[in-house]
C-alpha cells in the first residue's frame, strides 16, 4: 500500500511498531533540545536512541518481511514527526481564493491563502491551465514549488516554474516561506539576513521552526488534493537549496507525494557533516534530532523510496552545498546503505551531477522536465512537446524582463546559466504576485509575519 491514510492514527501505528520491534515505547520522552541556530553545543549533538538502536530497526531490510518493513518505517516516520513537532493530524485547511489573473495566454494564477501550524496562514500563487483548455473530466498532476533560502514566490524561478509547469499541463503552487514575501515584516524579498536566520537559544526553536516549514508544503499538497482537476496520486514537490533539504524530509513523512525532485542539495549527510555543523535555525538544529533514528541519510532515502521516485540534481562545482565533499562516490554509498535498509535497490533515488555547475534550480532544463513527465505525466505536452517547447537562457531572459535577481546567482554557472524549457514567458510584476490587498495583509499579519510566530512560541516556551 503505496498511501497511508491519513484518517488513521499514525502516532498509533509508530508506537505500535515500536512496541513490537523494541518492547518499549518512548511516548512521554520529550523531543531531544537541538536548539535555536548559531554555534551548536556539544549537547545539541545526539547518538541514536532507544527503541531505534536495536531490534528490526537495525536489522538488514533483506531480514525483514514486507509487512515487517512497514512497521518499522511507520515508525520512522512517526519519531520525524515528533521530533520536528509536525502534527499527525494536519489543520484544517480552511483556503480562501482572493482574486485571479492570467499572467499569460493559456495560464491562470489564484490569488491563495491557507492554514498551516500553529495558527499561521500561508500566501500562494497557484498557476493553473485554463480550463478552456482542458477536456472534459481530465486530470492534472499537481507540483508544490518549494523555495531556496531567501527565495519566495516572487523569485523568478518561482513564477517561472508555475507557469512553465502550466503550460505543460499541471497545476502548480508557489508560495511565501515563513519570514518572506507577504510573510515579511516589510512584504519584502531576500532580506539579508532572513528574519528567520536569527539564533534563538530556546531548546526546540529550530525543530519548530522546521516543523512549520513542513507543514507548509504538507498542507500545499493538500490544497492540491482538494482541487478537483488535479489527480491526488500524481503529486510531486521541487525543492531547492534549502528547499530540497525541506521537501526531503517532507517526502520521506508525507506519502500522498508521489514525486520528489531535488536541486541543490538533497546531501544528507553525517554527523557533523555540512547539515549538522550550520548555524541557520531551520536547518541544522532539526537535522542534529534526526539523529536519534541512527543513519539519517540512509532513513531518509529509504522513506523516500517507499513513498515514490526521488530525483536528485547537483553541479559538482557548487561551493554551497560543499559538493566536493558529496562526490559520486559518496552518493553510491549512501545509496547502498540505503539499500541495504530497504533490501532492495529498487525505487531507490537517482542523480545527476553536472560538470562545472554550481547552485541552480535544474528542474527546469530538459533533464528535469523529462523526469517529471516521467512520473507524473504532464496533461499537455509529452515527451514531444517538452523538447519542442522551445528554450530560455535564463540571464538573456532576466535581463530582457527586468526580473529581480542576486547579482551572485545570475552566473552563467548558476542560475544565470540555466537553459530552461519554454519560450515566450514574461515577467510577473511584483503586485501581481501579492496576494492580500495592503488593509487586508495589515489585518493579517498576527497569521502571517515571522515575528507573530516567534511571539507566540516564546510565549508557549515560557508557560512551560
Request: with cysteine.
Amino acid at each position: 500500500m503505496r498511501f497511508i491514510s491519513f484518517r488513521k492514527s499514525l502516532a498509533g501505528i509508530a508506537l505500535t511498531a515500536a512496541g513490537v520491534l523494541a518492547g518499549q515505547s518512548h511516548v512521554d520522552v520529550p523531543p531531544v533540545a537541538a536548539g535555536g541556530g548559531g554555534d551548536p553545543r556539544p549537547e545539541q549533538y545526539f547518538q541514536v536512541q532507544p527503541p531505534f538502536d536495536s531490534g528490526n530497526f537495525v536489522k538488514p531490510g533483506k531480514d525483514l518481511t514486507p509487512a515487517q518493513r512497514k512497521v518499522r518505517n511507520a515508525a520512522w516516520r512517526h519519531e520525524i514527526r515528533r521530533q520536528l513537532y509536525a502534527p499527525d493530524r494536519l489543520p484544517a485547511l480552511d483556503a480562501k481564493v482572493w482574486s485571479s489573473f492570467s499572467p499569460m495566454p493559456g495560464v491562470v494564477a489564484d490569488r491563495v491563502t491557507y492554514a498551516t501550524a500553529d495558527g499561521m496562514r500561508v500566501p500562494a500563487i497557484i498557476y493553473r491551465p485554463d480550463p478552456k483548455l482542458l477536456k472534459p473530466g481530465q486530470k492534472l498532476p499537481g507540483i508544490v514549488v518549494v523555495n531556496g533560502h531567501g527565495g519566495d514566490k516572487f523569485s523568478w524561478y518561482a513564477f517561472y516554474s508555475g507557469m512553465l509547469f502550466a503550460k505543460a499541463g499541471a497545476v502548480a503552487v508557489t508560495y511565501d516561506p515563513i519570514g518572506e514575501g507577504e510573510r515579511n515584516a516589510h512584504r519584502a524579498s531576500r532580506e539579508s539576513p532572513s528574519p528567520h536566520d536569527a539564533a534563538v537559544d530556546q531548546p526546540h526553536w529550530g525543530q519548530r521552526l522546521a516543523g512549520l516549514m513542513q507543514v507548509d508544503v504538507m498542507q500545499a499538497v493538500s490544497y492540491l488534493r482538494s482541487l478537483p482537476q488535479v489527480d491526488s496520486a500524481r503529486i510531486g514537490t521541487v525543492g531547492y537549496s534549502m528547499g530540497a533539504f525541506v521537501s526531503g524530509i517532507t517526502g520521506a513523512i508525507d506519502t500522498r507525494i508521489h514525486a520528489v525532485l531535488l536541486s541543490g542539495g538533497g546531501t544528507f549527510d553525517g554527523p557533523h557533516e555540512y547539515f549538522d555543523t550550520g548555524k541557520l535555525p531551520c536547518q541544522a538544529p532539526p537535522y542534529r534530532a534526526l539523529a536519534v533514528l541512527g543513519d539519517r541519510g540512509p532513513i531518509l532515502y529509504t522513506l523516500n523510496a517507499e513513498r515514490g521516485p526521488m530525483y536528485v540534481m547537483n553541479g559538482d562545482a557548487d561551493t554551497v552545498m560543499k559538493m566536493s565533499d558529496h562526490p559520486p562516490a559518496w552518493f553510491a554509498a549512501t545509496r547502498d546503505s540505503a539499500a541495504r535498509l530497504m533490501g532492495t535497490e529498487e525505487g531507490l533515488f537517482t542523480t545527476v551531477l553536472y560538470p562545472g555547475i554550481s547552485h541552480r534550480t535544474s528542474w527546469v532544463n530538459l533533464d528535469g522536465m523529462l523526469w517529471l513527465n516521467q512520473q507524473l505525466h504532464f496533461g499537455f505536452w509529452d515527451e514531444a512537446g517538452i523538447r519542442a517547447a522551445g528554450m530560455t537562457h535564463i540571464s538573456a531572459w532576466i535581463q530582457k524582463n527586468n526580473v529581480e535577481i542576486s547579482k551572485n546567482y545570475i552566473r552563467e554557472d548558476r542560475e544565470g546559466g540555466l537553459d530552461a524549457v519554454g519560450s515566450g514567458f514574461p515577467g510577473i510584476p511584483r503586485a501581481d504576485l501579492m496576494v492580500l490587498p495592503e488593509e487586508e495583509w495589515k489585518r493579517e499579519q498576527k497569521q502571517l509575519l515571522y515575528e507573530s510566530w516567534a511571539a507566540a512560541m516564546q510565549a508557549r516556551n515560557a508557560a512551560r
